[in-house]
């Protein structure tokens, strides 16, 4: 069963992450008071760019053809670190925590190579800015699950997750709504959500992610697309790991209550989207070590 | 008061070509120099030739304390002194007048093509550019800054998002704009000299499509200028009509403003209902003429459709439930503190620098500079009906996109009162003749600013020239001064708060 299981979650994620997508952009079209596209609308537009062909310019190397696999390698690798819930990840060990950080961070830096091998001005401008950004919302994660591992005593994903039941949050809630917060801003920086970035704008200039990828066309567009979601599903897992305490021992009601978590995180950035503009690039820094410093709490919190 | 040197022209009343001041170069210079310093500012500043082939500038000047218009001219040979080293705002009327005629402003300090086409004498180029040759838009020296750590970014002519052409090189260093370069002229369709040998059957058609989202601002400025020529009366049911036209487009135009300026800074609601609402204004202009741009609506003599008392029932009982729709959408703006963090202090320009470059419209009166045509020059029925100027003081987004919300009010309640006393009587009289000789002014404030269109009779009674300018042709340079030192990622935002034309601006 607990082979199953394992075998399950990192499956749910690779079917599961585009609909968050369709959710987000459905409770975004409800707020604007339009009827939006179909939830599934994501799996439509992978499945388009797959079809698609391939432009690629002259003055690119095999960096830029290589980004997108990349990038999809380090998450499905992600994905198999990830507990959904209190489940246990497919593979867990040690430190995985520091491998699931540094997976990220991988991915980010083939991201950014690819956006320089392209030699654009603009691409340029969205690495630096991707770099400046996520080089501080890496401390506010690793304090965040650093709190959680000093909390748990593991140092395993898998073990700190399963140890974050409601026994946790009656003795360490506050500790833990300042690592979830902490959690909740990284996730939407890495995603290029609102309010750091505004994954729907035209506006090259204002862009961060979307900028950098403006040169891939077709499937590896599609690659890019597929693994954003799946990044989009990994932090949303952590996040959701933390706030949501279902810890039953059932794994039908554990898996469904997570299920249904996922579903209500991505109303609530739909929320967050429709009723706030984005920071000026120049502040999103304070943003960022804001969640640095709810991080740093958190730690001195169970410290204690 | 009058100005010397010059002679006092009013808003749509003919001159004669005789009056008009002609002075020595030096003279017009000096005297224009003097006016601006002196707060006037520079409407309009083109050169015209005569049938013999001699080249006379003109100038009109604008004083907007006073309510006043001057005109002054001479006559210039190949080459004059340049204005722009001392009257920054002449610097792209000379350019201009240099692409357009090879007479060259001696050390104007960046005199480069405005337009990219070729001159209208043959054989001769400002540039010495050979007859023949090819000229591709924007290609041309930019102004560069150089060194290790200042990167340069190329934006446009091709836009990621549905806008016209237009060509934008900043000079960064890091987020930082030091500098920025509009070029334009990718729309250059040559409407000016089209219009000369006119008033024909096509030149309507051209002032419908100058600025597609200006048809009512610049056909009614073309009609009034005809109308003066002619000394054709048009009814006060007429005029009440073009005006209620002329706020309904900045109404939408000022309503699909604000909605874009929300969704430059991603938020939503007011950027998805301010986009609908902008249609619904659309559509209200539609019921008046049946085209959402009132193209066909307003002609020399008066309007073609007339507004019959179901009708301006329906279009009342529209407004109001849109007027109510537009007030929720906009009152969110300024109650969103993530917006406000946004709009303030970006972009910003000072009252000296708008003065400097003879800035008009929403950016000028974002700098609490008090003008607008409808009050200082007042035309049709503005002369009955005044509408106060909306201003703020601090000039930056916010105070543009401020403005503009101000005059959506203004508006509202001008259309409502309009439209609820209609004066009775025709809408239509049949056209005259334009006298020959003369010179006619006539200002009108489209929702960009100042309107002004120029033209000259010939002793036919033909236009022997006609210049257009829209206020984006002033305004573009005033974005260029307000990216100076502010985040790159700044830029669309800036750049939708001023909301210039480019086909405007290009002709």
Redesign the interface.
Known sequence: MEAVVKFLNPLLGLFMAPLLLGVISRT?AV????NGQPILQPYHDLWKLLRKGVVYSRCTSWIFRAGPLVGLAAAVAALLLVPFGGQPAAISFEGDLLVFAYLLGLWRFFTVLMALDTAS??E??GA??EVIFSALAEPALLIGLATAAKFTGHVSLSQIFAGLNTDAWLTAGPALLLTGTAILIVFLAENSR??ID?P???????MIHEVMILDHSGPDLGCILYAAALKLWLLGMLFIGIMVPCRSGNVLLDGAVTMLSMLGLAVLVGII???????????VPVFLIGAIALSVLALMLVMR | MPLANTITIFNCRPLEIGQIPVLDIAVFRNTIIDAVANGQRIAALFAAPTHDQRFFLYALLADDNAGELYVLSAETADTYPALTPDCPQAHLFEREIAEQWAIKPLSHPWLKPVRFHPGYRPGRDAWNRKAGESILPCVTDFYTVVGEEIHEVAVGPVHAGIIEPGHFRFQCHGENVLHLEISLGYQHRGVERAVCGGPNKRTLPYMQTLAGDTTIGHTTAYSHLVESLGQTPTSPRAESLRGIALELERLANHTGGLGALAGDIGYLPTASFCGRIRGDFLNLTALLCGNRFGRGLIQPGGVRFDVTSPLSITFLDRFYRFQKDVTVAVELLWNTPSVLARFEEAGALTPQICRELGLVGVPARACGLEMDCRYNFPAGVYRFSHIPVSTWHSGDVFARAYVRWLEIQKSIAFIIDQMNMLPEGPVITATKPLIPNRLCVSLVEGWRGEICHIGITDSQGIFRHYKIVDPSFHNWTGLAMALRNQQISDFPLCNKSFDLSYCGHDL
Not at chain 1, 31 to 34: E, I
Not at chain 1, 200 to 206: G, K, M, P
Not at chain 1, 273 to 283: P, Q, V
């Open positions: 975004k707020f604007a008071g339009r001005s603009f340029g401008m630096s800015r609102i309010p505004d729907n704008t035209h506006l090259e200039l204002t989207e429709s009723s706030m503009a984005r920071l000026r690039l120049l502040h």
